[in-house]
């Protein structure tokens, strides 16, 4: 494979101020006794079936410590596809997505020690285990080894299953390697067919930006201008995410806060929630697979005509929480909790201003199921 490859971001200018892309760190979640944890859980399984409550919420409070974080070297995902790539470089994904600058790199990559796991059709965000397995085995991992750090971090799922892609860098860092290649794998922002090679780099000092001839700071100057002058037609539509544990062919404003409809925090909440955001996607059918039921992720196009912005939030909520209260909240905790902070003010504001839908980046709320429609659904099964 030629030593090309390409990363996609909403908004490249930390990068830039940066120099470059910097190391990050993650935190992941493992067992490190894995023999006492399966052993807690299946005195825990017994307890249940012979009814002694009593034991079984002993044994549940000695079986969450077993469960450790450690801190891992974050990955730069890479594509080999600039199409696939294209995909991530959208300015709604950024948090200042009206100034960002959405930017495609090209880059190469040093020689280092690398695993390549076969994935031909799968999601990339869950890996067969069988094939992450191979993979590690070729690049010369020992058999035990593997299998035991596999299980510490697989515990919730067993190996019978997938495998997260945290989890493969977590596994990529514990064994000291620089590189992971995924081939074949589905993916991209918004879903589609495409298969690609997704490289996950461990150090980002092993990445070098081919420099464009053209003077970056002007295009994206001249592509804020355009973006922030035709900020009400480009706004009008997307293409979001909603996962529900029911199965259905239309969205119904009505059902939100049943036991068949939406997440609704109190009698004043409205509305149906989407995202853009892949690990919102991805906590939201961890959640529904805890009470063992399948999840459906509907890939939806949402349509609104005067969308409660993230500027509209940061005018109401400044004037009697203080200047800059908003953004800071925002910065701290991310759009969706924003939300679900200052729920009741912003939907007093928005209903109360005539708004038909609250967009927030990548979280969206519309509040009429006509402003829907579903365009796939996919099927998510419990393991």
Known sequence: MDNIWYHGTPDVRELQEEGGFTQRHIDIEYVDDIDGWRSTQDAMRVARESGNDEEYFKLLEKVGSFRKKAKIRKPVFLTDIYSVAKTYADPQRAFDYQNSVEKVLK?????GKGVT????????RFIDIDNVRRGFLEAGVDGDELDLDIDKLNFALGVDSGIRTNDIAALADWLGFDYVDVVGVL????????????????DPNNIDIVKDDVNEGLKGFVRRVIRESFIEDISNEAIAYHVSPNEFSEFDSSLVGSRQGAHRKSEKD????????????????????????????????LTYNKPYTLNDFYSMINSFRGEGYGENLVKRVGNWNAYDSETEEILKDALGGGYDSIVFGDFIVVFDGSQVEILDVDISEVK
């Open 270 to 301: 409205r509305g149906i929630f989407f995202t853009k955001d892949q690990w919102s996607i991805d906590w939201m059918k961890d959640v529904i697979a805890r009470d063992n039921v399948p999840s459906y992720v509907y890939k939806c196009k």
């Open 187 to 202: 993916d991209s922002y918004h879903g589609g067919k495409t298969k690609s090679t997704v490289r996950m780099v461990m």
């Open 107 to 111: 880059v190469t990559i040093k020689p």
């Open 117 to 124: 796991i076969n994935a031909p059709g799968s999601r990339f």
